[in-house]
């Protein structure tokens, strides 16, 4: 039985798609925009859940404890949202401001 | 948005949260109304069940899929229109020309089994909720 010996050609770049500059630029990501919105939010779903803690504690009957305390998590995810942003935010300030010259 | 999506989760666990309330609310009616002779309408207080539909959930609208999606609620109470239970007691004020007695067509055995489905349906949502709750908190925990 005889092989017959295999061509081996490098694999070479000859084009990489999907980079587009155009479009990318021109719509940036602004972290300050992202953290006021979340803010914003966070300040909705913290007003709703002290709502529904108050109309839980005056004896609302359309307001369970399970309603009381999923509005009380969805306050905590949100604030714990917008603290991750502040976060990230100020991290790379530092970042910035320690770079060595 | 940002967080809706995994509220999303939460809003559809809610909604099963609250028809397994009212499912539960119903069986211990029907428990504390076995012995019932006379109820509002006259006769025997009837038993009640719930009929449950899938519906939209609040907020979920202008999502992807949103017409997939559906929570859970109470959209009647139904009663049953199985015959009363009659029982032969001449004395009782309630009984009819022929000394017997309509009792609720209420079978406890029964009543406890639903109460036994509607805790653990209940336990199932709040599990679904924090499996929600768990990856949005991993997800803010990304790069940490």
Do not use: C, W
Not at chain 1, 21 to 47: I, V, W, Y
Request: hydrophobic share 40%; glycine share 6%; charged share 20%.
């Amino acid at each position: 039985m005889s092989i017959a010996p295999a061509s081996i050609v490098p694999p070479s770049v000859t084009e990489i798609r999907g980079i587009d500059e155009g479009p990318h630029k021109a719509k940036q990501a602004d972290l300050g925009e992202a953290f006021a919105n979340a803010l914003t939010e966070a300040s909705n779903t913290e007003k709703t859940a002290t709502h529904s803690a108050e109309r839980f504690a005056k004896g609302d009957p359309t307001m369970g404890i399970h309603e009381v305390m999923i509005a009380s998590e969805k306050a905590n995810i949100e604030i714990r949202y917008a603290t991750t942003l502040k976060n990230k935010a100020i991290e790379a300030y530092r970042e910035l401001m320690n770079t060595q010259v | 948005m940002s967080t809706t999506d995994f509220f999303t989760a939460m809003e559809v666990s809610a909604s099963g949260l609250s028809a397994q309330r009212t499912r539960m609310n119903v069986a211990s009616s029907n428990l504390a109304n076995a012995q019932t002779t006379q109820a509002a309408g006259g006769g025997p207080y009837k038993r009640r069940d719930v009929v449950l539909s899938s519906v939209d959930v609040p907020g979920m609208q202008g999502s992807d899929f949103s017409a997939a999606v559906k929570g859970v609620a109470v959209t009647q109470i139904s009663q049953d229109t199985n015959p009363p239970r009659l029982e032969y007691d001449p004395g009782h004020p309630q009984a009819n020309a022929q000394g017997y007695v309509a009792y609720p067509n209420v079978n406890p055995v029964e009543e406890m089994v639903d109460m036994i489905t509607a805790s653990r349906a209940y336990e199932a949502g709040i599990t679904a909720m924090s499996t929600a709750v768990n990856m949005a908190e991993k997800a803010l925990g990304i790069g940490r």
